[in-house]
């Protein structure tokens, strides 16, 4: 049965890379992010991030840029699973426009 690791509702600030979670936990985790709220032109950026070893860098491992067009799709964006060991963590930033609602969640199997 999957577990809710963390979850929430990020309104956006506009051009700012903004961290939705930081866990620091050995697991598989699977990130939900609900972009049906992105305006036409719009478009997000969301990246995960991880250390290679303990006393490391927090570094970008996964990017992946959602559009507008995108949302009217596939309006809930779900990112590959992603096993950590170190540090996980998980960000968002929105491109232009007004600030944007995006609720989210970190589900583990």
């Known amino acids: 049965m999957p577990t ?3 979850s929430g509702t990020l309104t956006s600030t506009v051009t700012t890379e903004q961290t939705l979670s930081t866990l620091n936990v050995s697991k598989v ?3 939900i992010i609900d972009c049906v709220n992105l305006a036409a032109g719009n ?3 969301v990246r995960v991030k991880t250390k290679a070893l303990s ?3 927090t570094r970008t491992l996964y990017s992946k840029t959602y559009s507008w067009r995108d949302s009217g799709i596939e309006p809930m964006l779900a990112l590959p699973p ?4 170190q540090e996980y963590v998980l960000t968002i930033q929105h491109s232009v426009a ?9 589900m583990s199997p």
Do not use: H, Q, R
Not at 98 to 106: D, H, L, M, R, V
């Open 4 to 6: 809710l690791e963390a």
């Open 29 to 31: 985790l699977y990130p």
């Open 43 to 45: 478009f997000v950026i």
């Open 55 to 57: 006393g490391g860098t």
């Open 82 to 85: 992603i096993i950590s060991d």
């Open 98 to 106: 007004t600030s944007t609602a995006f609720p989210w969640k970190i």
